[in-house]
T-cell receptor, first 115, second 108 residues
Framework: SAVISQKPSRDICQRGTSLTIQCQVD?????MFWYRQQPGQSLTLIATANQGSEATYESGFVIDKFPISRPNLTFSTLTVSNMSPEDSSIYLCSVVIASSYNEQFFGPGTRLTVL | GQQVMQIPQYQHVQEGEDFTTYCNSS?????IQWYKQRPGGHPVFLIQ?????EVKKQKRLTFQFGEAKKNSSLHITATQTTDVGTYFC????????FGTGTSLTVIP
């Protein structure tokens, strides 16, 4: 298994500002993802975080709005830029580790509220 | 685009009753995974099915993968209050597509 920590666990932000969320994993990671989950809804994949290169974004998500860094195998950040109330959501990182076969381990999530 | 739908969206059962959620994909999947998310928690992996027609059991939970690898089901026998949560399927084709989820409430 993998232990994943996310910081911050929650935040309340003003519109127009940016928030950077950190994800740290204690295991060797083969893949790392960022998801968004609005209350009572399913998970929507934002992007795949690629080590040392630009993230791969899904339809509807762009780098200018959600810049992602992954400087090494076990750490990644997601920034939510120029926030609006519509960005209020839970943001989760997930990983696939080397000893598993596609099983995703999720972090505890970051609950973001934009006023 | 790729869609993974689950039915029902919500299910209320009396403790001891059975429960089934169904997952349907618009395209063929390489494999299917099931996750459980407790209220206020994050998704936790339950199982992965890879083979066409595969059936796996975990205690009171039975998972099936359809012959065409486009649908799956999760059946819980004799539900308990600890089964409360939202169950998501996640299909893998070129990426993971999470289903819409089924929220299970178990009434003691």
């Amino acid at each position: 298994s993998a232990v994943i920590s996310q910081k911050p666990s929650r935040d309340i932000c003003q519109r127009g500002t940016s928030l950077t969320i950190q994800c740290q994993v204690d295991s060797q990671v083969t893949m790392m993802f960022w998801y968004r989950q609005q209350p009572g809804q399913s998970l929507t994949l934002i992007a795949t975080a690629n080590q040392g290169s630009e993230a791969t974004y899904e339809s509807g998500f762009v780098i200018d709005k959600f810049p992602i860094s992954r400087p090494n195998l076990t750490f990644s950040t997601l920034t939510v830029s120029n926030m609006s109330p519509e960005d209020s959501s839970i943001y989760l990182c997930s990983v696939v580790i080397a000893s598993s076969y596609n099983e995703q381990f999720f972090g505890p999530g970051t609950r973001l509220t934009v006023l | 685009g790729q869609q993974v739908m689950q039915i029902p969206q919500y299910q209320h059962v009396q403790e001891g009753e059975d429960f089934t959620t169904y997952c349907n994909s618009s395209t063929t999947l390489s494999n299917i995974q099931w996750y459980k998310q407790r209220p206020g928690g994050h998704p936790v992996f339950l199982i992965q099915l890879v083979k066409s027609g595969e059936v796996k059991k975990q205690k009171r939970l039975t998972f099936q993968f359809g012959e065409a690898k486009k649908n799956s089901s999760l059946h819980i026998t004799a539900t308990q209050t600890t089964d409360v949560g939202t169950y998501f399927c996640a299909g893998l084709s070129n990426q993971f597509y999470f289903g819409t989820g089924t929220s299970l409430t178990v009434i003691p």
